[in-house]
């Protein structure tokens, strides 16, 4: 069942996360892991050349800030 958690913090969402990591077997992990690529191919070829390119732009602009931020 999914809730809400509109006013969950990073920290206490990336906890979360990592303890329901903890408690998945290897089995439930790779079912969601594709299920998870499943979801974005689909939504990835309902996109139209828009909003593709828009796309890999903001990923284009997210890499170039983690080089600049690693230096």
């Known amino acids: 069942m999914k809730v809400a958690r509109l006013h969950e913090t990073f920290p206490q969402a990336e906890l979360r996360r990592l303890e329901q990591a903890e408690r ?3 089995e439930e992990s790779q079912t969601r892991h594709q ?5 974005l191919a689909s ?3 309902a996109e139209t ?8 732009l903001q ?3 997210y890499m ?3 080089r600049y931020r690693n230096r």
């Open 24 to 26: 998945e077997t290897p």
């Open 35 to 39: 299920q998870n690529a499943q979801y």
């Open 43 to 45: 939504q990835r070829a």
């Open 49 to 56: 050349p828009e909003q593709s390119q828009t796309r890999c």
């Open 59 to 61: 990923q284009a602009i």
């Open 64 to 66: 170039a800030s983690q």
